[in-house]
């Protein structure tokens, strides 16, 4: 058995990871990897007591439990399953984007490891009836089942979703439940072994999930990727199948901002631009412009897509504010495209910036600004988060 002392002992063993950060000794940089640590410790309570057997869809990351670098124009659940069970999804497909659900033998939830991804189910998809849907997840489909039904691998242990929005608050939310069928619901309260063991995975949960974002950023600067991309793909490691993903690192020296600059593909479902800080938490996108997507973003006469990291408002559209960081991490995905075009990002002179944009980039006000922030901001409080 285990005791409190038992916890905070596991707990601390998070302080291993700070060797990972860029200056140690800094006390500013220690203090945030501490947050940090809190932070996840928070997000891993969602997942602590997820039973199979009482799948339910929460939401471990979101405005406030930013970490691993969340896309600020997702709203995401994650289940925990058994892949021997039956399961029932019912419910509204909403407004959304895009519904997608990727079945993984593993996840990121404090009683999971990682495990490769299984499929993606892709909501539109399904048989909509006036919106709504039913789908079976079995490793057999009955004979009785005559809705929608997907095999069910016997190792998979996770649903994870995934809805985005281009005009967040605008439209209606998806609407899921997700229910057991092939055993009986009875009471069960967990004893006292079994709680010591999920307290115990919680307490350790903030080295595993912080050190996969400390260990990103210290990856990033190891290949020395201040101001370019470098291109991955995520899909079986936490992103989508499907997926073009561009990051780096951005600095932003006095005097100096950063032009982000792509061509975009032809045809292309979604995309979005967004920054993280140095511990690989999203920017705070509610009070920040932090991000963009194909929604939000202005494209250029030329069909570019242009956008300037800055400090201060640039009076440009396409303002990436990084939130008071000099440094951090910038993310591009191209999702379901007919191609993948490699973004630039380069610094030029602060007092130069227009000489770098086409000719008919509009000058943003700061009475504009502040609208469009107050419009965001109450965008983004009107979307479900929790």
Not at 134 to 146: F, G, M, Q, V, Y
Request: proline share 6%.
């Amino acid at each position: 058995m285990s005791d409190w002392q038992d916890y905070l002992a596991t707990l601390g063993e998070a302080a291993k990871l700070l060797p990972l950060l860029a200056d140690p000794a800094d006390p500013a940089q220690v203090a945030e990897a501490e947050r940090l640590f809190f932070l996840t410790l928070a997000s891993g309570w969602f997942t602590a007591f997820a039973d199979p057997d009482r799948p339910d869809f929460v939401p471990a990351v979101n405005t406030h439990l930013n970490c691993v670098g969340t896309n600020p124009d997702f709203i995401y659940g994650t289940a925990s399953i058994d892949g021997a069970g039956h399961y029932l999804l019912t419910g509204e497909r909403g407004d959304a984007l895009f519904l997608l659900m990727d079945i993984a033998a593993g996840g990121l939830g404090v009683m999971d490891r990682p495990g490769p991804s299984l499929g993606t189910i892709d909501f539109d998809r399904l048989t909509l009836k006036a919106g709504r849907f039913a789908l079976l997840l079995s490793a057999e489909r009955p004979p009785d089942w005559t809705g929608d039904w997907h095999r069910l691998d016997p190792s998979a242990r996770s649903l994870s979703l995934r809805q985005a929005s281009y005009e967040w608050g605008a439209g209606r939310e998806a609407r899921i439940a997700i229910e057991r069928t092939d055993a009986p619901l009875r009471a069960r309260k967990p004893d006292a072994a079994e709680i010591v063991a999920r307290l115990s995975a919680l307490a350790g949960y903030p080295e595993r999930l912080a050190g996969m974002a400390l260990g990103f950023i210290a990856a990033q600067r190891k290949k020395d990727l201040w101001n370019r991309f470098e291109h991955d793909d995520w899909a079986g490691r936490g992103g989508l199948q499907g997926q073009h993903y561009y990051q780096g690192l951005f600095r932003l020296e006095p005097g100096m901002v950063l032009l982000v600059e792509t061509a975009l593909p032809d045809t292309v479902r979604y995309w979005n631009v967004q920054l993280s800080d140095m511990l690989w938490n999203s920017v705070d996108w509610m009070n920040h412009q932090s991000s963009l997507n194909g929604g939000q973003a202005r494209l250029d006469g030329d069909g570019k897509f242009r956008a300037v990291i800055a400090l201060d408002d640039p009076g440009v559209p396409n303002w990436l504010d990084p939130g008071g960081n000099r440094e951090g991490a910038i993310m591009l995905r191209w999702t379901e495209a007919s191609s993948g075009p490699a973004p630039t990002l380069r610094a030029v002179r602060q007092d130069e910036l227009r000489v770098h944009l086409p000719a008919d980039t509009p000058m943003v006000t700061p009475d504009a600004r502040r609208e469009a922030l107050t419009h965001r901001r109450r965008a983004v409080q009107m979307r479900r988060r929790w």
